[in-house]
């Protein structure tokens, strides 16, 4: 009989095992370190080697690596110093990453769409046939947790919806619509899949729609604007205003988000000194 009071220590990371992942990360950053890169203090997987005359970006998501930089000779010298240590694949240039395509255009600016991915949704949620609407969301639906229409299948409603979250990294225009229909997880009747699947069907009419990324003018300064609005009590349940923003460096976009507001509690003191 196998004594169970035993515990074994791995030698080494084995694939597919939840330490496996951490291992293979803190591998491969002791090695850029060791390279001269950093690593970005607000984004983790993000590498930047820097030096008088040249710049380097490395990032990482589990196994997927992108590496850019305006030295090819400097990229091809640090691919070779990665192949001596990992086994690489290199696919070329940039054209796909983890559902993002990527098309670089006549101009020189970048164009970032997830048509595959939003396809792939479509066929999921038996949506592809479906007829292309102009919005992703009625003017002035206001959304709600009460009814008794339940949803017959919640685990599609969350997997669906999760899956919308993620459109949202090239689809900044679908944040507002999205951001309701994540507040019924919990859950949603089917009114809140019918917010869905206007979404869905707005997106089979823009599958080509995407984020653009335009080249800085050299020897011009990049301004830094920040859009910001929020309505009144638009929620029918609990009364609180959704927020959004946009902030663009010269004319990308670069940060957008649309949320609840978070309802700040004070003391009773507090609320007489400031009445």
């Known amino acids: 009989n196998p004594d169970l009071s035993l515990v074994c220590k791995l030698n080494k990371a084995l694939y597919e095992l939840k330490q496996a992942p951490r291992q293979w990360f803190d591998r491969l950053k ?3 370190l060791h390279l001269g890169f950093s690593v970005s203090k607000c ?3 993000r590498f930047v080697f820097k030096d008088t005359s040249h710049i380097v970006y490395l990032l990482v998501y589990v196994d997927n690596i992108i590496i850019t930089g305006r030295s090819v000779n400097l990229i091809q010298q640090f691919t070779v110093k990665l192949h001596s240590n990992f086994s690489l694949k290199q696919l070329g240039k940039l054209d796909y990453f983890l559902g993002i395509e990527v098309k670089t255009l006549t101009d020189g600016s970048i164009l970032l769409t997830q048509g595959k991915y939003i396809r792939d949704l479509l066929q999921k949620t038996k949506m592809a046939e ?3 609407i102009a919005s992703p969301m009625v003017s002035g639906c206001k959304l709600t947790k009460t009814g008794a229409d339940l ?9 669906v919806v999760g899956a919308l979250q993620y459109s ?24 809140h899949w019918t917010a869905v699947k206007r979404i869905l069907r707005y997106l089979k009419g823009s599958l080509h729609h995407g984020l653009l990324l335009k080249a800085a003018t050299p020897g011009i300064p990049i301004p830094i604007k920040a859009l910001c609005d929020a309505d009144w009590a638009s929620d029918p349940d609990d009364h609180r205003s959704t927020s959004g923003a946009a902030i663009y460096f010269g004319p990308n976009l670069i940060s957008w988000w649309s949320k609840k507001q978070q309802i700040v509690a004070r003391s009773s003191t507090e609320a007489e000194y400031r009445s």
Not at 151 to 159: E, G, I, N, Q, V
Not at 180 to 188: D, E, G, H, S, T
């Open 30 to 32: 002791s090695t850029l």
């Open 43 to 45: 984004d983790p997987p």
């Open 130 to 132: 479906a007829q292309p």
């Open 151 to 159: 949803f017959s299948d919640p685990t599609l409603y969350r997997s």
């Open 168 to 191: 949202t990294i090239t689809r900044p225009e679908l944040s507002f619509a999205v951001n309701k229909v994540c507040q019924f997880m919990a859950n949603p009747l089917e009114t």
